[in-house]
């Protein structure tokens, strides 16, 4: 895969306008009220930047022409400066298992990200990607083996799930985003995604619903806590010492459990319990060293646990039996901690927590 030289220059900056690059706004990378200025340039009333955005967000419609209630007038000057749609959908796969079903999509510059959708019976969950590859390389997540190419602009996120809608027709309840890439080394654009989901006048998923998940980037933990965001906040652990969650997860040496710890203990941010996440892997983390380590960690902190039993991808690590499983939970239960046990979905389409990888390498 060869990447354009002008997306290496998107690492660098914070918020990502598409517009530089293609030359046209990118409608579903904007707030309302960016919108609503593009309106006042063309002349138009404010509330037209509401009209749009609810056409592009609730209807999910994918081309201007189709926005009917704006004049051919309008729509025509629209055309030349903005579009709605840059993803392509490659593949669709859907699992035998669960009815889970994973999509690859394309972006503008030939990047590949992957989206998965998850059917409960009272929650429709998409799993949506921040970056395209990640640069952690944590050594059990197979995200990690592709190398890193770039951040997605909030659009690009948020594309992915009007993409899942329009294809599946699912009215989308909830978002993790636990796809591929870290989404606290692009903030900015992860946070505006949220928003803009969070947005009454478009999907106007709640807050509560809204899930981001961090393999630990302390210094924008604390960002996010000062800011008080209300979306809940994920916390990858995966080991209870310092020593083993160093060799798990290399960003560890950067940011120490210790220095985590501190700064949720001091941020109460808006008030919601922190999830640590701890992928269970068999005679690896799931020792009374490391879960004894994660119980201290974990407590007089307005946090819960949950555990997330390994989804093979990698020989060398194993889920660890369903008993073993059930005595690690009721260990942490028993300490005092709250704890919940993941069960994954897609494992048969590799759309588990960990298996997302779109057979392109990037590095
Ligand atoms: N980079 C972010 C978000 C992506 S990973 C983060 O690390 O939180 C989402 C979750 O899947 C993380 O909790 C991660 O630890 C977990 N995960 C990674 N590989 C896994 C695997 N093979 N099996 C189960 N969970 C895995």
Redesign the pocket.
């Known amino acids: 895969m060869k990447i354009r030289h002008e997306t290496k220059k998107l690492l660098s900056i914070e918020y990502i306008k598409i517009k530089s690059i293609t030359g046209k706004e990118y409608f579903t990378d904007l707030y309302q009220d960016e919108i609503r200025s593009l309106m006042e340039e063309a002349g138009e009333k404010p509330f037209r930047g509401r009209q749009i955005f609810s056409w592009i967000h609730k209807k999910t419609t994918e081309s201007i022409e189709d926005i009917t209630e704006l004049s051919e007038e309008l729509r025509n000057w629209l055309k030349e400066r903005a579009e709605i749609s840059l993803l392509k959908v490659v593949k669709r796969t859907i699992s035998k298992l669960d009815g889970t079903q994973k999509f690859l999509f394309e972006l503008y510059d030939g990047n590949m990200i992957e989206t998965v959708l998850m059917l409960n019976q009272d929650r429709k969950t998409v799993c949506v990607s ?1 970056q395209a590859g ?1 640069a ?1 390389n ?1 050594t ?4 990690g083996s592709m190398g890193f190419s770039r951040n997605l602009a909030a659009g690009e996120i948020i594309e992915q799930v009007l993409a899942v809608t329009r294809l599946t027709g699912a009215r989308i309840s909830n978002i993790v ?7 606290f080394l692009n903030y900015h654009n992860v946070i505006k995604a949220a928003n803009i989901l969070n947005d009454q006048k478009g999907l106007d998923i709640g807050a509560r619903h809204i899930t981001i ?4 980037i302390n210094d924008k933990i604390e960002q996010y806590l000062t800011e008080k965001h209300k979306y809940k906040l ?3 652990i ?1 080991a209870g010492t310092e020593n083993l969650r160093r060799k798990l997860m290399p960003i560890s040496r950067k940011y120490p459990l210790t220095k985590i710890r501190k700064t949720i203990r001091k941020n109460p941010g808006s008030g919601k319990p922190v999830t640590f ?1 701890y ?1 269970l892997m068999d005679g690896l983390n799931d020792t009374p060293e490391e879960i004894s380590g994660l119980i201290s960690l974990v407590r007089g902190l307005n946090a819960k646990v949950n555990l ?7 020989k060398e ?1 194993k889920t660890p039996p369903e008993t073993r499983i059930s005595e690690i939970a009721q260990m942490i239960h028993n300490a005092g901690v709250k704890v919940t046990v993941r069960r ?1 979905s897609g494992s048969d389409i590799q759309a ?4 997302l990888y779109s057979d392109v390498k990037y590095s």
């Open positions: 921040s990640c952690l944590c059990f997540c197979a995200t985003f636990m796809g591929m890439g870290e989404p998940s961090t393999a630990g994920a916390v990858s995966s996440e992928v997330i039993p390994y989804n093979s991808h990698y690590f994954s588990a927590c960990g298996q």
